[in-house]
């Protein structure tokens, strides 16, 4: 006798049960570029909630790589890299971005998200430990689990815990034949920086890997936007594996890890989601080329980024906002409760400024947000129309 029941109707009610408690994720659709004054849902408005830190995804240096590629190349590669796919662009790139990151060798992934769970789901695995930041990407938690490895986390940026571990890693039998440091350099829901030199010395006491995942930092932090190994002056000895995206900064799509040969060799053989995924579009890796190009003779455009942040956070933190720990074009506007968020960003939306509400389980229930990005061409005109949209809004939900 057949049983009565409906094997996908919980999906409806947990939708409706996330809806009612503000968890809900609504994205706006997106009518055009994506530029600092974008048309989105039939309305010109001031993006504020975009990764798109240098612009470049507009470029035209950028865009007429993107089309002469597509011309020459077609529309696919045809196949995985691993396979039949690796085109004369897909190995410029590596060479290039391996130059700009100034690595021994570099490879490139599909996404920032597959580079993560696709490397770190290989290099380790039974008899060997991770240690991770409690707030690192969902993207290196993902990838950590799929591994049989030990897991312990560590507070967030405390390195007196950090030390904690390793001494006790130092002791567990039988002795622990590999570990791993793993952390965000840029927190992506904060904008703060990762303690990068400590955890660099911490790992070198007690010889472990150590493996940055710096999506948020690359265009923004460094020389040129050469990302925060670079900013640190760390070396290729202290830091391992640089792991990046060309989703934000780059204005394009896209993952990479960079570090020594071996380990993009070992990357190249291991990682699944590299050897068992279609590659980029040639067209794609041409245009990322061509970003490469602009940030390497267009330095200004980072330094603009880092002075619309000085502009937005001072005026945002007179107000009497509370902008959490940012130390990056990553301005979080803090509110606590969801439906607080969600009700400031629909206001905001309202005076002509497109962000979002940033709540749970991107962040823990009671620190949602609304998360403001800087970008290099934002003009002072829109931030103060930003912030005046705030302002009312700030006052109209009780945050100010």
Sequence with gaps: MAVERDPIGYLGEEYERLKEEGLSWEPRELQGPSKPVSVVEDREVIVMCSNNYLNLSTHPQVVEAMVEATKRYGAGAGSDRSIAG??????????????????????????????????????????????????????????????????????????????????????????????????????????????????????????????????????????????????????????????????????????HLSGSEALIKFAMNKARTWLLSGALPPSVAAATIAAIDVMENNPERVERVWENREYFLDRMKALGFDTGHSETPIVPIMCGDSKTAKELADFVWQEGVYVLAIVYPMVARDKARIRVQLCSEHTEDQLDQAIEAFKKGGQKVGLI
Excluded: C
Aim: glycine share 12%; hydrophobic share 40%; proline share 2%.
């Design 86 to 255: 690796d085109t004369t662009l897909h190995r410029e790139l590596d060479e290039r971005l391996a130059a700009f990151k100034g690595a021994p060798a570099s490879l490139t992934f599909q996404t920032g998200f597959m580079t993560n769970q696709g490397v770190l789901a290989q290099l380790a695995g039974k008899g060997d430990l991770y240690v991770s930041d409690a707030l690192n990407h969902g993207s290196i938690i993902d990838g950590i689990r799929l591994t049989k490895a030990d897991k312990a986390i560590y507070k967030h940026k405390d390195v007196d815990d950090l030390e904690r571990i390793m001494e006790e890693a130092a002791t567990h039998q039988p002795a622990y034949e590999h570990i791993w440091i793993v952390t965000d350099g840029v927190f992506s829901m904060d904008g703060d920086l990762a303690p990068l030199p400590a955890i660099a010395e911490i790992a070198a006491e007690h010889g472990a890997g150590v493996y940055v995942d710096d999506a948020h930092g690359e265009g923004v932090l460094g020389e040129g936007g050469r990302g925060i190994v670079n900013h640190f002056g760390l070396t290729r000895d202290q830091v391992h594996a640089e792991m990046g995206t060309f989703s934000k900064a780059f204005g394009i799509v896209g993952g």
